[in-house]
C-alpha cells in the first residue's frame, strides 16, 4: 500500500517536474503512427470508391464501335481497366461525370472504367471477335494489354502497420525504462537518471515522531540524527562523528520507512525516499549512474536524509549466487554507492538510512565504518506497542466509545503497523458503509476477521494453542539460561513473532571468536535445546518451532568435535583448515561414523539434562509461561521478580559460547 502511495506520489513530483515543458502539452509520438495508418486505410478507400466505374462488356463493346476506347488493360488476369480517349470523355454524353485519367501516387493511371472478366480465355475470343467486325467497319481495333500490378496501398497496409506498430512499441518500452520526464527523445537520456521522491519544501514531510507509535528505543537512537541535521555546526566544530548511514532493520510493515520519514520531518530536512530495486534496471551501468545521479541531488540539498528502502535489492553479499558473471550490473550498482558513501565527508550534513528484512544476506563491505555502521533493529510491536499504534490510528476515525486501543492490541498478537494501520480503515469503510456515525467494535471484528484472513493466507497468525506452545518454549529457554551456570542468561524473552533479524541480529555482528571453555558450550546446547525439552515436558509432544534451535547446535556440536577437538573419542584433532570439500573427506569412513556418534550422544545427553532441570523447576517454568502469555515481554527485571535472583554470576560478554543465542526465530517471515 505505501508503495503505491509512493510511487503514486513520484508521479505527481514528476509531473510538477516538466519544469520547462510546463504548459506545452506532450508530444505523443503514437498519434503519428495513427495517422499514418488511418491515411494509408482512406487511400485503399478512393481507389475503390474513386473515379472508376464499373462496366460491362456490353458497354464496352458500344465504346469500342464509337471509337471512344484508348486502352484496354486485363490486370492480374482478373480486371479489365478501360481507358477512354480524352477528348470523347468530353464531347460525349456517355460518359458525364467521368473524369480525365490520373496518375495518384501510389497506383498506376486511373482507368475510367473497370470491367470484371472473370477469365482471360473468356474475355480473349470476344476482344477478337469485335476486332473483326470492327476491321470490317475501318474502326481501329482493340489491342489487349496485360499487366500485372502490385497494390501498393495494400502492401504497405499488410507489411508496413506491422512494423510500425513494432517501433510504437519499442519506443513506448523505452519511455518506460526511462520512467517519464522530459520530452520526447529526452527519455532515452533520462535513464540514467535517479527515480528518487523527493520531499523537501515544496512536498513537505509533515510526519513527525508523535506520528510513529512505540519504537522508543529506535526514536531515541535516530534523535542524534535529527539533532545532527538541525545543527550541524554544534557537531562539527567538536569534532565528533555523526554516523553517515543507519540501517533499520525489521520486518515489513513495522514502520521502518515511516520512522525515516519522522526524522526528516522532524528535522525538517528534505528526504529522498527511493527503493533499492529503483536502481536495478536491465541496462548496464544504469544503476550506477543512478546511485551517482541521486548522490549529486542530495549534496546539493544537504543537509538531507536519503532513504534507501529494500536495500538488499542492491546490496546483497556480492560474489554469492552469481552465475555467470549476472549479477554484474548489480554489484556495480553496490560499488558505487559504497564509492559515493565514502566519497563524502560527514560534515556535508547527508545522512543515508536504509531499511531491510535481510540484514544477513547484506555485503559486509556496507556494515564498514563510515558506511552503515549504526544498525538499529525494529520489532514486531508488542501488546504495548499495539495499543499505542492502535492511539495513532484511531485518531483520524470516529469511533465509538466501547472500542478501546487496549482491547483491539489484545486481539491482534502478531500484527505489525502496517496491519494495524489496515485495519483501522477496513474498520472505517465498513462502518460507513453500514450507515454509522461511528466505528464500532463490530466493525472491526469484521475488520479483524478479513485481515487475518490474508495473513493466514501468508502463515503469519498464531492461535491461542501455539501461543501457549511458543510461550512454553520460549520459557524454557529462558529457565535453562538461569539456572546453568555458564550459559549466558537471556535479557529479554518475547513470545512476539519475529522475522529472521531484527533485535536478533545484533548479536552476530561480532566476528571474533573467543577461547570457549567446553562446559560453556555445552551449557550453550543445553539452554538451546531448552525450548524443545519444555515442549516435551509438559505437552509430551514436541513441534517444528525448534529448527533453527537444532540447526544451531548441530552446527555447534559438529565444530566442537570437528575442529575445536572437544571429543575424547575423537581425539584432540581438528580438521579445520582440510574440510570445505564434502567429496574429499579427510578422515575414514570409520572416523566420520564416529563423530556422527559423538554428536548425537553429546546432543541428547544434553537434551536429557534440560529436560531433567525443566522437570526440577516445573514451577517456576509454568510461573514463566503463563506470565508471558499474559504480557508478551518480559525483560530481565521481570524474571527476577517471578523466579528470584539468578543463582550466578552472569558470564562476562564475549566469554559465552560462540554466538549468543539470546533471541530464537520461530516462523520466521518468507518475505
Ligand atoms: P516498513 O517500511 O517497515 O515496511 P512502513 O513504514 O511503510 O513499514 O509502514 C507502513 C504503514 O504502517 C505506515 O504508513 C503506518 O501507517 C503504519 N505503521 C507502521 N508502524 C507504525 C508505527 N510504529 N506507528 C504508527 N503507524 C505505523
Ligand atoms: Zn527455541
Redesign the pocket.
Known sequence: M?KESRKRDNDQRSSQEGGSGDGMPRFNFMWVYILIGVGLLALQVTKFSGASKNATWSDFERWARKSHVQRLVVVNDKEAYVYIVTDSLTASKEHEGIKPTKKTLLSADQPQYVMNIGKVEVLEPKVTKLNESLQKEKKPVITVEYDQRVNWGAVLVTYGLPLLLFIGLWILIIRRVGGGAGGPGGQIFNIGKSKATLFDNTAKVNITFA?????DEAKEEVMEVVDFLKNPKKYTTLGGKIPKGVLLV?P????????AKAVAGEANAPFFSISGSDFVEMFVGVGASRVRDLFRQAREKAPCIIFI?EIDAIGRARGRGAVQGGNDERENTLNQLLVEMDGFPTDKGVIIMA?TNRPDILDQALMRPGRFDRQIG?DR?DLKGREQ?FQ??MKNIKVSPEVTASTLSEMTPGF???D??NVCNEAALIAARRDKTAVGLDDFNYALDKVIGGLEKKNKIISPEEKRIIAYHEAGHAICGWYLEHAHPLVKVTIVPRGLAALGYAQYLPKEQYITRKEKLLDDICMTLGGRAAESVVFDKISTGAQSDLDHITRLSYDMIVNYGLSEKVGNVSYFSMLGDSFNRPFSEQTAYLIDQEVKNMIDLEYTRAKKLLRDKRMQLDALASALLEKEVLHRADLEAIIGKRPFVDPKPGESATIPDVEHIHGGDEE
Open positions: 505505501e506520528d510513529v507509535a512505540g519504537l525489521g515489513p510493515g513495522t514502520g521502518k520507512t515511516l520512522l528502502d531499511a525494529i510491536p499504534i495513532v490510528h505489525v503497523g502496517a494495524i494501520a
